[in-house]
């Protein structure tokens, strides 16, 4: 009834159409692929490479998520941003149904940035992110999915929720908690770090050396039509 799909750049995030008036996002909502400008507390930054394109989860000044993604080049400034810092971008806003994304092109496309504190700061001295140059990230040994509760499959709840994980020197999850909710009323976030502590990987490694690292996991809730 539900499945796990493992990511490391996230290529998409949704601000709802209802999303806050003040940000600059939503008022491009109604005309996407135009120049716009949002704010916001940085969530999460993730790539899938040393030369790889970044994505970065940005909090708006709304209870709303909007996914910043550059383009081909990376601008290695924004590859070095931190959770918790705030910050600004102008991009083009990119719309796939109902969710949005905003694509940076210029190298001058981010500004106001606030200090924020170091991966290591947060979670420990030798902890590296999937950013970290000369590193190569973690591989999925076993994924494993999350379970339904009684009262999602009744309340028809349907979506996915973004975990974040430590992924210590022996493949392990040391730790697990949510990025992105999808409902904490029935109690399907707490599924998904449940099953997302279950996961085995083969570790990152610097040089020959494992070191920890965090990446971030994407796990699905869908209900089977029925017959």
Do not use: H, I
């Given at each position: 009834m539900s499945h796990g799909a493992w990511t490391l750049a996230l290529?998409?995030?949704?601000l709802p159409l209802s999303s806050n008036p003040a940000t600059q996002a939503q008022q491009?909502?109604?005309?996407?692929?135009?120049?716009?400008r949002a704010c916001g507390r940085i969530v999460n930054v993730s790539?899938?490479?040393?030369?790889?394109?970044?994505s970065v989860l940005l909090n708006v000044d709304a209870p709303d998520v909007l996914l910043v993604h550059t383009d081909a080049v990376p601008d290695r400034a924004v590859r070095h941003l931190m959770p918790g810092q705030?910050?600004?971008?102008?991009?083009?806003?990119?719309?796939?149904?109902t969710e949005f994304a905003l694509a940076l092109f210029e190298a001058d496309a981010m500004s106001g940035v606030q200090?924020?504190?170091?991966?290591s700061d947060q979670l420990g001295p030798g902890v590296y992110?999937?950013?970290?140059?000369?590193?190569?990230?973690?591989?999925?040994?076993?994924?494993?999915?999350p379970n339904y509760t009684a009262d999602a499959i009744r309340a028809h709840v349907q979506g996915t929720v973004w975990v974040e994980v430590l992924?210590?020197?022996?493949g392990k999850v040391a730790k697990a908690w949510v990025l992105r909710s999808l409902d904490r009323r029935t109690g399907l976030d707490n599924e998904a770090v449940v099953a997302a502590k279950r996961w085995r990987f083969n570790p990152a490694t610097k040089?020959?050396?494992?070191v920890p690292m965090v990446v971030t996991i994407e796990l699905s809730f869908t209900l089977r039509p029925p017959h």
């Open positions: 290529s998409v995030a949704a491009g909502a109604q005309q996407p692929d135009q120049r716009v790539c899938d490479g040393e030369k790889s394109s970044v705030r910050v600004c971008f102008a991009g083009r806003l990119t719309r796939k149904g200090p924020g504190k170091p991966l992110s999937t950013c970290d140059p000369d590193v190569q990230l973690p591989t999925v040994v076993r994924e494993v999915q992924v210590d020197t022996n040089g020959s050396q494992a």
